[in-house]
């Protein structure tokens, strides 16, 4: 057991990654302070090293604090900079805050007011510098505050020109300096606004055909997020990787119907995480394992750290899992039995053409003989349960 596949320590080709703003959660919460110090951006890149991680992600006010003059940026920067360069850790994305800032209150980029919307897009501009001097070639753009709760307010197709406005403007500006940069929308429901604009995966992928340079767009999918809709997340990432759109993904845990819960990856839903690792690595992703969450309220700092080994640990132990998946000969079979071969045979070989039309209507079928057929689905699904619970 003393390999690191046996001790699913963190593989490099995992790519795990954490922000600064879920290892340094102080636990603040709507109903209590904080219940951790502030925890030193050099500090987490030391940790996050030393324990496996592949990279560490921000937003700008995370690093460099809201307001800070240009030397303060440039020797928090420095200092930053440094340790990253010290530990091999890499940045690879980066993302800005517009959301916490009272000025943000009615949104930013779909703020009704116009000087809103244009700080926003240049506080962005200055965090895409931040993040390109770093090395981050993906850009998330989540819309904390991009939504409403007095309907009347807004007018949400208004909204969504606005919106395509401030997305096309970062676009414009990424091509303008050079950057190899894109950008990775990340939908939400709710929280912390009643209802959120570009809601869902869904939702975010039909945005992105309206842009003006719609490659230079794709999603960062959220198991939290998803979940919180009562969606499938697996179907979400699967239907990204479908349109290439998955250029990131944000890892967590959450039980639908509640708050955005944030939890350690893997800690509820354990089947649904499984399923998400095992396309993945199916699908031979090369990208990022983001873990988007934060440790309990409860814990000090080495409960922050046993969050973060526990999040890959456990990716390590599904992808292991996965890899079983492939082998078990009884899975194997019971798969042969749901028809997953068959799933792979064009419904018209001759394709969508009259050929094809032509084809279909001669043939005859038993609508009868094919219902008769049982899938043994029970079975299969039970197969699975019996290897995560680690009976196979
Ligand atoms: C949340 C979001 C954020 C974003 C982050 C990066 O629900 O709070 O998931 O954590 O992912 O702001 O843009
Ligand atoms: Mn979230
Ligand atoms: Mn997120």
Request: with cysteine; hydrophobic share 40%; proline share 5%.
């Amino acid at each position: 057991m003393s390999t690191p596949e046996a001790s699913f320590a963190p593989q490099p080709e995992h790519h795990f990654t954490f922000g600064l703003w879920t290892v340094g959660n102080r636990g603040r919460d709507p109903f209590g302070f904080e219940t951790r110090p502030v925890l030193d951006p050099v500090r987490s890149v030391h940790k996050l090293a030393e324990l496996g991680a592949y990279g560490v992600n921000f937003h700008d006010d995370d690093l460099v604090p809201f307001g800070a003059t240009s030397a303060e940026r440039d020797s928090v920067v420095k200092g930053f900079r440094a340790a990253l360069d010290e530990t091999g850790l890499r940045v690879p994305m980066a993302t800005t805050n517009l959301f916490s800032q009272p000025v943000f209150k009615d949104g930013a980029f779909t703020a009704n007011d116009p000087k809103v919307r244009r700080f926003a897009v240049k506080k962005t501009f200055e965090a895409i510098d931040l993040g390109a001097e770093l090395g981050a070639n993906i850009y998330v753009m989540w819309g904390g505050r991009e939504g409403l709760e007095c309907e009347a307010a807004k007018d949400v197709r208004v909204a969504l020109d606005r919106y395509r406005e401030a997305v096309d403007l970062c676009c414009a500006y990424v091509r303008e300096r050079g950057y190899e940069m894109v950008f990775a929308l990340e939908p939400k429901p709710n929280e912390p606004r009643g209802d959120m604009f570009l809601p869902t995966v869904g939702h975010a992928l039909a945005f992105i055909n309206e842009l003006q340079w719609p490659d230079m767009v794709g999603l960062n999918p959220e198991f939290a997020h998803e979940t919180m809709s009562g969606l499938n997340f697996t179907h979400a990432v699967a239907q990204a990787l479908w349109h290439s759109k998955l250029f990131h993904i944000d890892l967590n845990a959450q039980r639908a119907g509640k708050y955005d819960q944030d939890f350690r990856f893997g800690s509820e839903g354990i089947r649904d995480a499984f399923y998400v690792v095992k396309l993945l690595e199916d699908s031979g992703w090369q990208g990022m394992r983001h873990f988007d969450a934060h440790p309990y309220r409860t814990e000090d700092e080495q409960g922050v750290w046993d969050f973060v080994t526990g999040c890959m640990r456990t990716y390590e132990i599904l992808a292991d899992k996965a890899e079983r998946f492939r082998h078990d000969a009884d899975i194997q079979e019971a798969l042969i039995v749901a028809g997953l071969g068959e799933q792979q045979i064009p419904t018209s070989p001759l394709g969508a053409t009259s050929a094809g039309i032509d084809d279909i209507i001669s043939s005859s079928f038993d609508p009868q003989a094919l219902a008769e057929r049982g899938y043994g689905h029970e079975r299969l699904d039970q197969l699975v349960t019996e290897l995560l619970l680690g009976v196979r």
